[in-house]
T-cell receptor
Framework: NAGVMQNPRHLVRRRGQEARLRCSPM?????VYWYRQLPEEGLKFMVY????????ESGMPKERFSAEFPKEGPSILRIQQVVRGDSAAYFC?????????????FGPGTRLTVT | AQKVTQAQTEISVVEKEDVTLDCVYE???????LFWYKQPPSGELVFLIR??????QNEISGRYSWNFQKSTSSFNFTITASQVVDSAVYFC???????????FGSGTKLNVKP
């Protein structure tokens, strides 16, 4: 049973370009979460999605960031016009349900470097 | 507001030593969950344990044990007879009852030397 898949594992973008990060949840999981980890810091929640719905986007920056989880295909975290401060590791997690206190299964992360 | 503090940034021990990783949390809610995750050098986070706020029983799993004390808002993690493979960053996290998102501490990097 494959775990949470994220690609690419490493992504380099120049300032002003767009970054697209993909996340395929574990088989049977319909809930996806995105977190950002800045260097030497813990993970910070960004957004929680269910298939075709954004449930909680309280951690998403107001501009340039968007996320989707379509009916078919992976979840996508999109960062437009990247800036150096966007350099971080972005982790995706999934859970089978939205039950309270659900364990979340994490992917290996995508390390974004903005030059 | 919710907050998790892991005051120990980095700990180094020699193999076979016992080591305790501290976690202190803040919340006004009475119902919540506490977690520990391990992040090995490969990067992914590995689930270790979940505790809900109603269950203050300590838990032991092999060489790992957890001490949950609501009175001091702490959820400490002890590794007995540490091994080199325990070297990783360990995160403590808080999840509120009605929300499916984690509040993570900043992590403790554990170095176990042979």
């Amino acid at each position: 049973n494959a775990g949470v898949m994220q690609n690419p594992r490493h992504l380099v973008r120049r300032r002003g370009q767009e970054a697209r990060l993909r996340c395929s949840p574990m088989k049977g999981h319909s809930h996806v979460y995105w977190y950002r980890q800045l260097p030497e810091e813990g993970l910070k929640f960004m957004v929680y999605l269910q298939k075709e719905n954004i449930i909680d986007e309280s951690g998403m920056p107001k501009e340039r960031f968007s996320a989707e989880f379509p009916k078919e295909g992976p979840s996508i975290l999109r960062i437009q016009q990247v800036v150096r401060g966007d350099s971080a590791a972005y982790f995706c997690a999934s859970s089978p349900r939205g039950d309270r206190g659900n364990e979340q299964y994490f992917g290996p992360g995508t390390r974004l470097t903005v030059t | 507001a919710q907050k998790v503090t892991q005051a120990q940034t980095e700990i180094s021990v020699v193999e076979k030593e016992d080591v305790t990783l501290d976690c202190v949390y803040e919340t006004r809610d009475t119902t919540y969950y506490l977690f520990w995750y391990k992040q090995p050098p490969s990067g992914e986070l590995v689930f270790l344990i979940r505790r809900n706020s109603f269950d203050e029983q300590n838990e032991i799993s092999g060489r790992y044990s957890w001490n949950f004390q609501k009175s001091t808002s702490s959820f400490n993690f002890t590794i007995t007879a540490s091994q080199v493979v325990d070297s990783a960053v360990y995160f403590c996290a808080l999840m509120m009852y009605n929300f499916n998102k984690f509040y993570f501490g900043s992590g403790t990097k554990l170095n176990v030397k042979p």
